[in-house]
């Protein structure tokens, strides 16, 4: 399975730099961030598991990142840890009114912090799993397992449905046949790498009738993607 990814947005090198080699020691992978702007550009493009949000950056705030990330559609479900030497009981509450899943006050002991970070993975991963996800009409209920399209039914085989809720649930990155593997079948087990080309031309083909087949996108060089923008292959 592939490792959870981590934004730290801090403008303290020191911090980022002692909070991501204990990230990584525990099986984490690592993006960082110095300010809010560039930190909204990583949520956007590189989409982190889970951000850990310094309260007082430069410029523009943890707290005003975190109110403007949770009003966005495309980011209201990454979930955040706030990172602050503010204590008061009223800057906690304000931390957790504009959607932060969780708060740790500086000084922190990294094992503490690394566990915080698995238990709001924990919390929004079973979230996650009980959650109808639409996507311009086509819709994925994973308590039923059912497919919709436009409100139309949609049938495809038990691989394809995995794919596309992975696809669905990971959008606008690109996997690696290898990467595709080990989150639908699991890394224990044995399946050549393209046998995913199958699966993603059965999974083309159920969607494609009603339209939604440009949604599974090919990468050249790196494997495929699920997007709603216009293809653009590299």
């Known amino acids: 399975m592939s490792k959870n990814r981590i934004l730290i947005v801090d403008d303290e090198p020191a911090i980022r ?36 949000l310094d309260w007082m ?23 955040i840890i706030m990172l602050t030497a503010k204590s008061e009981e009223d800057n906690k509450i304000q931390g957790l009114d504009v959607g932060a899943d969780d708060y740790v006050t500086k000084p922190f002991s990294t094992r503490e912090l690394i566990a915080r970070i698995r238990a709001v993975l924990r919390r929004s991963s079973a979230a996650a799993g009980e959650k109808e996800i639409d996507v ?12 919709s399209a436009n409100g139309v039914p949609v049938d495809m085989g038990p ?33 050549e790498d ?9 999974l083309r083909k159920a969607l494609a009738p009603h339209g939604f087949d440009g949604f ?19």
């Open 159 to 191: 691989t394809e449905y995995r794919l596309l809720e992975f696809f669905m649930s990971h959008q606008e990155r690109a996997y690696s046949r290898t990467q595709l593997l080990d989150q639908v079948w699991g890394a224990n087990v044995y399946v």
């Open 216 to 234: 599974i996108q090919t990468v050249r060089g790196t494997g495929y993607r699920f997007s709603v923008r216009s293809a653009q292959v590299s």
């Open 194 to 202: 393209r046998t995913i080309d199958v699966h993603i031309r059965r």
């Open 57 to 79: 950056l430069p410029s523009v705030t943890g707290i005003e990142l975190a109110r403007r990330l949770k009003r966005d559609d495309n980011t209201s479900e990454v979930p």
């Open 17 to 52: 730099e002692m909070v991501s080699v204990a990230l990584e020691l525990a099986d984490f992978d690592v993006l960082e961030a110095e300010s809010a702007q560039q930190a909204h550009e990583r949520i956007v493009d590189e989409r982190p598991d889970l951000v850990l």
């Open 136 to 147: 311009q009409g086509l819709c994925l209920d994973p308590v039923s397992h059912r497919i």
